[in-house]
T-cell receptor
Framework: QKEVEQDPGPLSVPEGAIVSLNCTYSNSAFQYFMWYRQYSRKGPELLMYTYSSGNKEDGRFTAQVDKSSKYISLFIRDSQPSDSATYLCAMSRSGGSNYKLTFGKGTLLTVNP | KAGVTQTPRYLIKTRGQQVTLSCSPISGHRSVSWYQQTPGQGLQFLFEYFSETQRNKGNFPGRFSGRQFSNSRSEMNVSTLELGDSALYLC?????????FGPGTRLLVL
């Protein structure tokens, strides 16, 4: 079983839709949770960062972490064509290992005008 | 503030050769991590350097090595290249827990 599982999609939605992206993980030692967005031929761009359980909102983006279920989510409201990209979840442990990120495989999202 | 820069952006090598990739972190960031991204395996952690010392290491063979200089710039080296080393190599710099990625170096091994 991989440490982090992410549905690769692809996911295609109309402009203005609410998008839900999810990852599950098996390692209970993970404490830091991140979502990155990667456009084609570019490096990943940090979108959201959360420590431990809870919700975090930033504009149209909301990240949720449920450590009891080992489940994290990213919601995108009022999705735009410019949101079309691959979304990667990532997580790390605390302490000296917190710089070693474990990534999901990524979900390819297309938002159609 | 300038972002993470990586050079070169593209490389073509042949099997058996070696390659050196360079990364300049964001000013003030002392941690530099390297990742390999392939369509099959996704993003995989190679190693992390902090203050010129390797602090974390992933599960890659010894052909993959790196170093960090006193100005926090980092290089990674791959010796005896194999076809399977074709990938996007990403560098990320960190000040605390969050990592910021560069654009990557795309390596093609023929």
């Amino acid at each position: 079983q991989k440490e982090v599982e992410q549905d690769p999609g692809p996911l295609s939605v109309p402009e203005g839709a609410i998008v839900s992206l999810n990852c599950t993980y098996s390692n209970s030692a993970f404490q830091y949770f991140m979502w990155y967005r990667q456009y084609s031929r570019k490096g990943p761009e940090l979108l959201m960062y959360t420590y431990s359980s809870g919700n975090k909102e930033d504009g149209r983006f909301t990240a949720q972490v449920d450590k009891s279920s080992k489940y994290i989510s990213l919601f995108i409201r009022d999705s735009q064509p410019s949101d079309s990209a691959t979304y990667l979840c990532a997580m790390s442990r605390s302490g000296g290992s917190n710089y070693k990120l474990t990534f999901g495989k990524g979900t390819l999202l297309t938002v159609n005008p | 503030k300038a972002g993470v820069t990586q050079t070169p952006r593209y490389l073509i090598k042949t099997r058996g050769q070696q390659v050196t990739l360079s990364c300049s972190p964001i000013s003030g960031h002392r941690s530099v991590s390297w990742y390999q991204q392939t369509p099959g395996q996704g993003l995989q952690f190679l190693f992390e350097y902090f203050s010129e010392t390797q602090r974390n290491k992933g599960n890659f063979p010894g052909r993959f090595s790196g170093r960090q200089f006193s100005n926090s710039r980092s290089e990674m080296n791959v010796s005896t290249l194999e076809l399977g080393d074709s990938a996007l190599y990403l560098c990320a710099s960190s000040k605390q827990e969050t990592q910021y990625f560069g654009p990557g170096t795309r390596l093609l091994v023929l």
